[in-house]
C-alpha cells in the first residue's frame, strides 16, 4: 500500500508517527482542508507531469494553478498531466494520495514557489486520507527536490 511506502520513507528521518490519517477523504484539496481543518491554500497538492519522457511531480499551493508558460519556460516543454494509470505506475502512488515521500525511481520532486508564503503545509502522504504537517524546510529536505520552481499562478493575488 502506497501510504506504508510513505510511512516507511518518513521513518528514515524519523517522522513517520507525524502522518495523519482520517476517517474522511483527503483526496482534494477542499476534502484536505476540511478533514484538517485549515485554509486550502496550505494543502501541499502534488501534480504528475511528464517532462522529456520522464515523471516530474510539482509540490505546489493548494491555490496554485499551473502556468503553461511559465511551465513551458521552465521544463521546454508543454504541460502533459499523468493519466491515474500513469500516476500510479510511474510515481508510485494512486491519485488523490500522489506525494513527494516514497516514489518510484527515477521520478524527479520540485517545489512551487506558491509554498514558501506559509511556515507550515500539509502534502499528502500515499494515502486518500492521509496528510503530514511539515516546514517549508522540512518538506524541501524530506521530498528530496531537485529544485525549487515558479510554474503557478493565480495565488501571488490571494
Not at 509540490?59 to 502533459?80: E, L, P, R, S, W
Not at 518538506?139 to 520552481?149: I, N
Not at 515558479?150 to 501571488?156: H, I, L, M, S
Request: hydrophobic content about 45%.
Amino acid at each position: 500500500m502506497a501510504i506504508e511506502k510513505a510511512r516507511a520513507y518518513l521513518n528514515t528521518f524519523g517522522v513517520a508517527d507525524r502522518v495523519l490519517e482520517f476517517d474522511v477523504s483527503s483526496a482534494t484539496v477542499e476534502l484536505a482542508a476540511l478533514a484538517l481543518s485549515c485554509q486550502p491554500c496550505r494543502i501541499a497538492k502534488t501534480l504528475s507531469f511528464l517532462a522529456d519522457s520522464r515523471p516530474i511531480l510539482i509540490v505546489m499551493a493548494g491555490d496554485a494553478k499551473i502556468d503553461n508558460h511559465k511551465y513551458k519556460a521552465q521544463f521546454g516543454t508543454k504541460a502533459k498531466m499523468l493519466t491515474p494509470e500513469e500516476v500510479e505506475a510511474l510515481v508510485g502512488h494512486g491519485v488523490g494520495g500522489v506525494c513527494p515521500f516514497g516514489v518510484n525511481e527515477g521520478v524527479t520532486v520540485y517545489l512551487d514557489a506558491s509554498l514558501r508564503r506559509f511556515e507550515t503545509v500539509f502534502p499528502a502522504c500515499g494515502s486518500s486520507n492521509s496528510a503530514i504537517e511539515l516546514s517549508i524546510p522540512e518538506l524541501e529536505r524530506y521530498s528530496g527536490c531537485a529544485a525549487w520552481v515558479d510554474v503557478g499562478k493565480g495565488w501571488a493575488e490571494a
